[in-house]
Structure formats: C-alpha cells, structure tokens
C-alpha cells in the first residue's frame, strides 16, 4: 500500500518557523523525486519546492528561495520542509507529492499525500 503522511502543520505567528514532515511507504522512496505543494485559499495550488534522488537537484519556487529549505532522509523515508520567516500569504494546505518517475522498468505514477495546514496569523 502506498502512501504519504504529513505532519507539523498549524498556527504560527508571522516571522515565525514550522517544520513539516512527510513520510512515505509503500514505495521505492530513495529513488523517487520528492516535492512539496501548496494551495492557498482561493489561490492554485504550486509547487514550492522539490528534492531529486540522493537529495539533488534541488528547486525552489521564487516566493520561498532563502526562507525554506527542502531535505530527505532516505534512511527514514522522509522528506522534511523547513520554514522560517513566516508570512500571512505562507498560509496553505501543504501536500507532499512523490513525482512519477521510471525505475528498472516499472512506471510509478505521481502519489499525493492528504495535506497538512499551515495558518500564518497575529
């Protein structure tokens, strides 16, 4: 069974961190290019950053460059997203997304976890 759990979503005050986590099984998660996503309310959802195999090439979209930072764990199958500096427009629905990718000859279609709630608010 596959699937994607994240946590450490919640109400934080603006300029402040949070840490959110993302734990996978169910498949080849240390070969598998990790992102996360997010969806305002009223808003797309987009991608804010993402983490390749072996933790490498990574991206990040341009309204977080230098305030979060993406990481995996391959020994604990998860990949984390650090958040500082926090701001109202930060607020979101955060979703841990495992990319599709081929790997020894098997396609792995995107998976996507239910999300955790991030709320930026004095």
């Known amino acids: 069974q596959v699937q994607l759990v994240e946590s450490g979503g919640g109400l934080v005050q603006p300029g402040g961190s949070l840490r959110l986590s993302c734990a996978a099984s169910?498949?080849?998660?240390?070969?598998?290019?990790m992102s996360w996503y997010r969806q305002g309310p009223g808003k797309e959802r987009e991608l804010v950053a993402r983490?390749?195999?072996?933790?490498?090439?990574?991206v990040y979209a341009e309204s977080v460059k230098g305030r979060f930072a993406i990481s995996r764990d391959d020994a604990e199958d998860t990949v984390d997203l650090r958040m500082n500096s926090l701001r109202p427009d930060d607020t979101a629905v955060y979703y841990c997304?495992?990319?599709?990718?081929?790997?020894?000859?098997?396609?792995?279609?995107?998976?996507w976890g239910q999300g955790t709630q991030v709320t930026v608010s004095s």
């Open positions: 997304k495992g990319e599709a990718f081929f790997d020894k000859g098997r396609y792995y279609p995107p998976q």
């Open positions: 169910g498949f080849n998660f240390s070969r598998r290019p």
């Open positions: 983490i390749g195999s072996a933790g490498g090439n990574i």
